[in-house]
């Protein structure tokens, strides 16, 4: 089993405020995807890394793949209350498709 | 995107009963489906994979005679927990990929009273 750890479990910041979350592993993945779930609801497909030190922009997130593929961040810029949820990462199964989320970055922002 | 609709979204139910989550594909057609479970504040845990056809497949320590599943259409897997006590209360997500995206249900609460 692929063990990944996610950090910080928690965090609650001001709204304007820029912010990073790490997902962390020993194994290397092919590629590795972030999901956010609001609360209640199922997670949504924020972005998929595929290559060794990719970084790609979604609006005011960014997401780098570390360069050996075993680790990969998400950086928020300013930092709005429509961010707050559970970031989920997890490494795309190729063969079967299943993933096996980390333990999950619960972010807060307040107004 | 792909849609994959669950139901119920919220059930309430008596220790010792069973109760069914159904999870379906709307228009696209799943040969596999994963089910999760989620509680509080946690991320979400693989239970199984459900296969169309074929027996599901269950992650180490979950009880396959606990939650049955069954997918029996390319377009329908229901989970069943089957005598259900408080400490199965949980929130209970399903999901089908297309591609290289995972589109989940939009999440069964269960409470067991």
């Known amino acids: 089993t692929q063990l990944l750890e996610q950090s910080p479990q928690f965090l609650s910041i001001q709204e304007g405020e820029n912010l990073t979350v790490y997902c962390n592993s020993s194994?290397?993945?092919?590629?590795l995807q972030w999901y956010r779930q609001e609360p209640g609801e199922g997670p949504v497909l924020l972005v998929t890394v595929v290559t060794g030190g990719e970084v790609k922009k979604l609006k005011r997130l960014t997401f780098q793949f570390g360069d050996a593929r075993k680790d990969s961040s998400l950086h928020i810029t300013a930092a709005q209350p429509g961010d707050t949820g559970l970031y989920l990462c997890?490494?795309?199964?190729?063969?079967?498709?299943?993933?096996?989320f980390g333990q999950g970055t619960t972010l807060q922002v307040k107004p | 995107g792909a849609v994959v609709s669950q139901h119920p979204s919220r059930v309430i139910c008596k220790s010792g009963t069973s109760v069914k989550i159904e999870c379906r594909s709307l228009?696209?057609?799943?040969?596999?489906m994963f089910w999760y479970r989620q509680f509080p504040k946690q991320s979400l845990m693989l239970m199984a994979t459900s296969n169309e056809g074929s027996k599901a497949t269950y992650e180490q320590g979950v009880e396959k005679d606990k939650f049955l599943i069954n997918h029996a259409s390319l377009t329908l897997s229901t989970l069943t927990v089957t005598s259900a006590h408080p400490e199965d209360s949980s929130f209970y997500i399903c999901?089908?990929?297309?591609?290289?995206?995972?589109?989940f249900g939009q999440g069964t609460r269960l409470t067991v009273v």
């Open positions: 997890a490494p795309r199964s190729s063969n079967t498709g299943k993933l096996i």
């Open positions: 194994s290397v993945f092919s590629s």
């Open positions: 228009d696209f057609q799943a040969t596999t």
């Open positions: 999901s089908a990929t297309v591609g290289v995206e995972a589109f």
